[in-house]
Structures are given as C-alpha cells and as structure tokens.
C-alpha cells in the first residue's frame, strides 16, 4: 500500500485481490480507481502470447522460444496468476538455471521480457517485472583455431563420409548450419562458388537473420575437386550436398558428437568446438596475408570491424612485424644525402 499526497487530499493505493490496483482518495476529494491485471495462469498467458507471435517470427526463432518455453519457463512459472509474477521470481527462476551459459541465460530471458512488455502495452499487467533485470555478462567465444598440419591431420583421420563436409567447412569458413542447409543447386561448378542464402536450426531452414550473410563463397581449387568427387558419389536426386545414410540433412549435434570430436581424439588433437572450422578459416588466410576485405566478404562480415576485433592478431602475425615498412622508409631516408639550401 502506498500513500500519494495531493493538495489536501491524499491519495491510498491499494493492492486487492486478483491484482487490482485500487486507489482510494482521502480528505475533501474521494474517488476510486481500480486496475484490473490478468490474473490468468502464466502457463495459459504465454503459450496464448507465442500463438500471436508465430506469424512474425522466424521459423528458427519460434522453435527456439518453444523449447525455452516447454523446457525452462513453463515448468517453473506453471499456473501462477500472470499478474503475481515479480522481479523477485523472474530473478529466483534464472538463479535456478544452473549447468548452462550466460548466452543461453539471455537467450531465455529475450522472451520472457517480450511477453511482459507486451502484456504491459495491452494493459494485461501494470508494469513488466522483467524491467529492471539485467542481461547476464557474456564471454567472448574463444577462437582456437586448426594450424595447416594439424587441418591436414584432422582431414586424414575423419571418417570418410564427413570428409566433404568438414573440408568445406575448413576452406570456407561457412557456419555449421548453414553447411547443413546447402543444397546442390547452390553450388555452381562452373562460376567456382558457393551461394549462401539459407541455415538450418532445429531442423527448420530459413534465410539468415543479417543480409551480409547472404553471399557468394569462392570455390577454392583442392575443395572444387573434393566437391565434384562428392557430387559423383551422390544420388542423382539428391537435394542436400551433405546427407546421412538416409538420404536426410545432417544435424548438427550428431555431427559434432559422432564426428567431430571423435576425430579430434583420433588424430591427437586437443578438444575444440567444431565452430573452430570458421575460425581456422579466417586465421590462415589473414595470417598469410590474403585481403582483410576478401576473407571478411567470405565470412559474411559488411566491414572489417569483426575481422580486426576477432582475428587482428593474425593480420600482425606474418613474414613481417608491424611497423617494418616504416622503420625501412626512415633508414633511406637517414641514408640519403641532405638537400643544399636554395641558391647555394
């Protein structure tokens, strides 16, 4: 209950039932106000809420909030009145999501604070709990990259149903669902590249969520050879480059634990995420000196920022030292011979 004075008047708010807002005023100026919250169960609330939202989102995204929502949000909130639901509870609720990581922590909270700023514009609720809750610090993905013995040696050791799959992975620095969407009618022999309009999550394809990621990837040499072979041992119907023994794409959690890291134990290797492809890709090109400009167009970058603040150190580290350059042009021109003065 809270007090609000006004003039000679002073105003009461009052909590009732089912979440009502009731203000009362006391002295020469009486009235009542009351704010009707929802007071339906949360459960009922937010599958209703992603029922509206499944027309504008993402195919991808909409799986994603699904899962988030059959797997964490449902279980813990259940059949609390929408309108109970505090700042306290939502912080109770992510405390509680122990073993996973701050972006998958923030990926849970992205719906959670959407439905209660919707239900705050529909005036389902007063003010969203969620406001003031902050996203969990993020650590930047570490980029562990493959040097070129050691690519060869995972390369030699992989089972050779995964060995187009993972040399392209390795010699374009494509992501892994977008390795997965790729079909054959997005490879083009002839022009030597690859077409990249389309990823695959949680067995739903769609166009990337960024434009820059929509772009054509030079068909390097060994891999051109290494794909034309694939393509002969594919079936002739085939619509997806890289298949299971069932002729379906493949997924991408089988593949890094069947695959992957498997191999990485053959092959003597330490342990990596297979998104260490990518960046193996951008550090062998940068660090032996191929265009910033050309690797980040292949990547799907619109400009340099990412490529510096991701791989700079692999632009420093080639045949020579930052700053070379200079010091050479310094030394000619402490080796040239002063100028004489005009008219001497």
Not at 61 to 85: A, E, M, N
Not at 103 to 121: E, G, S, Y
């Amino acid at each position: 209950m809270g007090n609000h004075q006004r003039g000679k008047s002073k105003d009461i708010d009052v909590r009732g039932g089912k979440g009502r807002r009731i203000r009362k005023g006391a002295g020469r100026r009486e009235y009542l106000v009351f704010f009707e919250a929802d007071d339906s169960p949360f459960s009922t609330y937010a599958s209703a809420w992603l029922d509206r939202k499944k027309e504008t989102l993402a195919r991808s995204t909409y799986g994603d909030y699904l899962s988030i929502w059959k797997r964490y949000v449902l279980p813990h909130f259940g059949d609390v009145p929408l309108c109970r639901v505090t700042g306290r509870d939502v912080e109770e609720f992510l405390g509680k999501l122990a073993g996973i990581s701050a972006k998958r922590k923030n990926n849970i909270l992205v719906p959670l604070k959407c439905l209660f700023n919707d239900a705050t514009r529909r005036g389902d609720i007063e003010e969203p709990p969620t406001e003031h809750i902050r996203r969990f610090r993020e650590t930047r993905p570490y980029a562990d990259p493959f040097s070129f013995p050691e690519m060869n040696r995972f390369l030699n050791h992989v089972d050779p149903r995964y060995g187009a799959y993972f040399t392209t992975a390795f010699l374009t620095g494509m992501r892994p669902n977008e390795l997965i969407a790729l079909k054959w009618s997005s490879v083009d022999f002839e022009m030597r590249c690859i077409t990249v309009r389309e990823g695959r999550v949680l067995g739903i394809e769609g166009p990337p969520k960024t434009m820059s990621s929509c772009r054509d990837v030079d068909l390097l040499d060994p891999l051109l050879e290494v794909l034309r072979r694939h393509r002969q041992t594919s079936p002739l119907d085939a619509g997806h480059v890289f298949t299971n023994r069932h002729g379906n794409p493949l997924e991408v959690n089988n593949l890094r634990n069947r695959a992957w890291y498997p191999t990485l134990k053959k092959a003597g290797l330490r342990k990596r995420t297979m998104y260490q492809t990518r960046h193996t890709f951008a550090s062998l090109m940068l660090s032996h000196g191929e265009d910033p400009l050309w690797v980040a167009r292949m990547l799907g970058h619109t400009g340099l920022d990412m490529i510096f603040r991701h791989y700079g150190k692999f632009i420093r580290n080639r045949s020579r030292k930052d700053g070379v350059r200079f010091l050479e042009g310094l030394r000619e021109a402490e080796a040239c011979p002063p100028l004489r003065p005009v008219g001497t």
